[in-house]
């Protein structure tokens, strides 16, 4: 790598905003959320996701590759339903008639995110703004005929969410044409762009990001190209200067083939949790980001299990990207907005406690299911889950060193569909 007195001179930022977010919201909203298709698998990193993950494909956002993949249910889905039809017809076909950002943004907010991210470019490489080089291949000029990406942002901020750009830089189907991607290899190594040229078309769009919309995350995906690795013009270094010259309190994610990074992500069940570093997990309510309209209750998380995963990043020290995928039209499906509504429920009381906190990691409690602790401001908060009823917890069940009654405390459980209940230090005795 050139330049690595550059490089290394790059802040390593941690800014308030994101140290004390419990929580920010991801939107996959693109073409594929047309046809609106993917096979119901299992989450990413899973013991059942296995080596053929890519032919049986859980992402929506992925079916332009994954129809191309012989043999795969989703070619047989593209050719009975759709004829076989190009890829970009969906993005003609796409209307957005009931797409409210504002009522997105508030909803956001209720649920008790700090932060968006919102997919400006997936590997299709449709832009949801009018990027450069695009020519009409992007939402502007085509399908919605609309600057997506300055509507939500305009609207998240108005309700006093951050915003932050996905954009894929390591894949783009359309300006560099692939065979179809069929396993891990492929995708982050086989088959991946390497080439300068590339690289500068892509700088190109998150420096026009940077400076028409005011992201505070660049949340990059699957690496960037290797010839780009400079500070020359368009090159990566040269963009992640300006972006940290122009935005005070911005970020980088750790998807920019290692180039540099200010926190570690995991997605799903895949990922190490990193030690003493600010990381995010990312996840859909269901199995994948874009709306796929096969899923039902069966692959969508319950408001309740939303809130325990969002409580173990926080007492593990992370965060949750909590994805929501639209339909095409804007409207998003009533068990995503339930779960975050209940989340929103549960935020409201909990998450001043939340923020900013210090985890203390999961508890082994007899006669609680799921436990996780908490410590903000000297007291310890403790969230437990388990069977309906009245659960006695002794005082030495619980985190040592704080001001827990002697005699232990008693918490009402409501069962695996309720909200987890919550207990905390310095509380009496008759909880």
């Known amino acids: 790598m050139q330049d690595l007195d550059r490089w290394d001179a790059l802040p390593h930022r941690l800014p308030d905003w994101f140290r004390d977010a419990p929580l920010g919201i991801f ?57 076989g039809a190009p890829y970009d017809d969906f993005l003609d076909q796409w209307r957005t008639d009931d797409f409210d950002p504002s009522a997105w943004a508030e909803l956001f907010r209720g649920a008790g995110a700090d932060y968006l991210v919102l997919t400006t470019k997936h590997h299709d490489g449709i832009t949801l703004w009018d990027a450069p080089g695009t020519g009409d291949r992007n939402t502007v000029r085509r399908g919605p005929r609309r600057d997506l990406v300055g509507e939500i942002s305009h609207a998240g901020q108005e309700a006093g969410l951050r915003f932050g750009v996905y954009y894929s830089g390591g894949l783009d189907w359309h300006v560099r044409p692939t065979d179809p991607l069929i396993s891990g290899e492929d995708v982050h190594d086989h088959k991946r762009p390497r080439d300068d040229a590339y690289g500068t078309y892509c700088s190109a769009h998150m420096r026009d990001l940077i400076d028409r919309y005011q992201p505070d995350v660049l949340w990059n995906d699957i690496g960037w190209p290797d010839e780009n690795f400079h500070f020359g013009e368009g090159g990566l270094g040269e963009l992640l200067e300006h972006f940290y010259r122009e935005r005070p309190e911005g970020l980088i994610n750790d998807r920019f083939a290692g180039a540099h990074q200010d926190f570690v992500t995991t997605e799903y069940q895949a990922g190490e949790i990193p030690e003493d570093l600010p990381w995010e997990n990312c996840r859909g309510i269901g199995l994948s980001f874009g709306y796929n309209q096969i899923e039902d209750a069966s692959q969508y998380l319950t408001g309740a299990q939303v809130v325990r995963h969002v409580v173990d990043a926080v007492s593990q020290g992370g965060r949750v990207l909590l994805n929501v995928g639209p339909r095409a039209d804007g409207s998003l499906h009533e068990l995503q907005v339930r779960a975050l509504e209940t989340l929103g429920e549960f935020m409201a009381e909990h998450k001043a406690h939340l923020a900013g906190s210090r985890g203390l990691g999961a508890l082994r409690i007899p006669g609680a299911d799921w436990a996780r602790a908490v410590e903000k401001d000297g007291t310890c908060w403790v969230h437990l889950s388990g069977d309906e009823g009245v659960l006695r917890i002794e005082a030495e069940e619980l985190p040592a060193g704080f001001d827990w009654p002697e005699g232990g405390l008693e918490v009402r459980l409501g069962g695996e569909g309720a909200l987890p209940a919550a207990v905390r230090s310095g509380q009496a005795a008759e909880a």
């Open 27 to 83: 939107i996959h909203w693109g073409a594929y959320a047309v046809p609106a298709w993917a096979e119901p698998t299992a989450e990413l990193g899973a013991a059942d996701d296995g080596a053929d993950r890519l032919t049986h494909n859980s992402y929506s956002e992925w079916y332009a590759n994954t129809i191309r993949i012989e043999g795969s249910p989703a070619a047989q889905h593209h050719r009975e339903v759709h004829g």
